[in-house]
């Protein structure tokens, strides 16, 4: 480096400008390629892998956002039956508790980090767990 510098009789921050001055130039020659062949309908094979990989992308983004409002949904949908069926009056046992306690834990979890909120269940969960504490003060599992 230092002889490449002695040859170019520059310090390294001059050295530095020049190396991106000389990216962002052809950064901006390849986007006016890129106009130019999309203007005439010329389809050069790296312009169009740019944009099947960006479709592919955006596609995969909402399957992911799909499959993620079905399990909440899937969720939402046991957690407010199992609260219904114990308001009619059916009994569970201590797994079918635990299990819904850990599905509302992982409800929550998930609208959570996917910046969502909860409306629809609060009510249900109360209902459960205080059922679930009053079966386990009275020893009726």
């Given at each position: 480096?230092k002889?490449?510098?002695?040859?170019?009789?520059?310090?390294?921050?001059?050295l530095?400008?020049?190396?991106?001055i000389?990216?962002?130039?052809?950064?901006?020659?390849?986007?006016?390629?890129?106009?130019?062949c999309?203007?005439?309908?010329?389809d050069?094979?790296?312009?169009?892998e740019?944009?099947?990989?960006?479709?592919?992308k955006?596609?995969?983004?909402?399957?992911?956002?799909?499959?993620i409002?079905k399990?909440i949904?899937?969720?939402?949908?046991?957690?407010l039956?199992?609260s219904?069926?114990?308001?009619?009056?059916?009994?569970?046992?201590k797994e079918?508790?635990?299990?819904?306690?850990?599905l509302?834990?992982?409800?929550?979890?998930?609208?959570?980090?996917?910046?969502?909120e909860n409306?629809?269940?609060t009510?249900?969960?109360?209902v459960i767990?205080?059922i679930?504490k009053?079966?386990l003060?009275?020893g009726?599992?």
């Amino acid at each position: 480096m230092k002889p490449l510098l002695t040859f170019l009789q520059l310090d390294a921050f001059q050295l530095s400008l020049a190396v991106v001055i000389g990216l962002s130039i052809l950064r901006i020659l390849s986007e006016v390629l890129e106009w130019f062949c999309r203007r005439n309908g010329i389809d050069l094979r790296i312009y169009r892998e740019r944009r099947e990989r960006k479709e592919l992308k955006a596609n995969l983004q909402k399957l992911t956002d799909m499959f993620i409002e079905k399990e909440i949904d899937d969720m939402r949908w046991e957690i407010l039956s199992f609260s219904s069926a114990l308001s009619d009056g059916r009994n569970f046992g201590k797994e079918h508790f635990e299990h819904i306690i850990s599905l509302h834990t992982k409800y929550e979890t998930i609208l959570e980090e996917n910046h969502m909120e909860n409306g629809l269940v609060t009510a249900s969960m109360e209902v459960i767990e205080e059922i679930y504490k009053e079966k386990l003060r009275n020893g009726t599992f």
